[in-house]
């Protein structure tokens, strides 16, 4: 069942150990606290079983610094909670393919990552890398 606050969007990927996000618009500090919050709840089964994340991208707006600095917190707190791969649907943005890639890497986590146009190619890349 899909949750949603503002721009954000959480659902679980039936019959795997996926949560995919979607933003569309502009989202925003209090949004991206929410959605942390909602896919490490989503999550918290699979902390020992291992998990991934895929966000879908496409349809957002780039975010501010400070929204940023909340996206690599949030990247610690997952890789904390047991994920194993962040997979990126960006569409043809190389805005927010480099935006995501910056928050990654500045997480220091050493995660996996992909960056697609489309949530099907990064849930592919998943099976794939971790086979989730």
């Known amino acids: ?25 502009k989202t925003n500090a209090d949004e991206l606290r929410w959605l942390t919050d909602t896919v490490l709840e989503a999550a918290s089964g699979w902390k020992y079983r291992g998990w991934a994340y895929v966000a879908d991208c496409s349809q957002m707006s780039p975010v501010t610094p400070a929204e940023g600095a909340i996206l690599v917190e949030m990247t610690k707190k997952f890789v904390d909670a047991g994920c194993k791969a962040f997979g990126f649907a960006e569409g043809k943005s190389i805005m927010l393919k480099v935006q995501a890639k910056r ?4 997480s220091h986590t050493g995660i996996p990552e992909g960056h697609y146009e489309t949530v099907d190619e990064a849930l592919a890349w998943i099976e794939k890398e971790v086979g989730i």
């Open 1 to 25: 069942m899909a949750k949603q606050n503002g721009a954000q969007i959480v659902n679980e990927v039936a019959g795997r150990r996926i949560i995919v996000s979607a933003g569309v618009g």
């Open 103 to 106: 928050n990654t890497e500045q």
